[in-house]
C-alpha cells in the first residue's frame, strides 16, 4: 500500500509541475512590449498607445487628445492617420468621431513591414490640429517583435490616465527652468512622530 501512495504522490507532483508550466506558458507565449507616445503642439496634447504591429494584422490605436486652451478632452471632429514609409508607400485610415471623450481609435492594418512616419490631422470646430509622430515600427510576424522582457528593465511607473486628469483641475508642460518665488517666512517646531519619540532614563545619578 505504501508503494501505492508514492506512486500516487508522484503522479500528482508531475502533473501539477505542468500545470504551471503549461499556465507559464500561456501568459508569457504572447507577451509583447506595446507602445506609447506624448507630444505637444501649440494647441493639442497628444497621448498615444498602440500594441506591436505586425504586417496583415488589424491593431487599435488609443489617440487621447487634449484641448490644450483648458487641458479638457477634444470632444469633437475627424482625425485623418496618415502613415508612409520611405519607399513612399502610404496608409490612409480615418475616425469619423471620438469613440469616447478625447479617445480617438482608428483601426490600422499594415500590408508591409517597416518604419512609418505619422501625420495625425485633426478636423474640427473645438480644434484643429496636425500632429507628426515619427518611427512607427511594424514587424514583419510576431517572432520579430522584442519580448516585453527584453523591452522594458522592469521599472514599475506610477499610472495616472488620461480619463482620470480630464475629470480634475489638471495640466502638463515639458519641463524648463524657471526661477521661484519667495516663500512665506513663519516659526515653528519640529517634533518627532509619537512611534518615534522615546525617553530613555538614565542608568546612574548626574553630578
Known sequence: MSHLIRFAFCLLLF???LGCQSRDEATTEH????TSVTLWTEKTELF??????????????AVHLSDLKDFKP???GKLTCVFKNAAGGDLTVVAESPSY??????LVKFSEAGVYDLELRLEGEQVADVIRVPNVRVFADEAAIPHAAEAAAGVELITFLKEQQWKIDFRTEPAQTRKLSGSVKAVGEILPKAQ????VPALVNGV
Open 31 to 34: 507577451e509583447h512590449e506595446g
Open 101 to 106: 471623450p478625447g479617445i480617438f481609435r482608428p
Open 74 to 76: 477634444v470632444t469633437s
Open 48 to 61: 498615444m498607445e498602440y500594441p506591436a504591429l505586425i504586417a496583415g494584422q488589424e491593431a487599435a490605436f
Open 196 to 199: 518615534w519619540h522615546a525617553e
Open 15 to 17: 502533473a501539477l509541475g
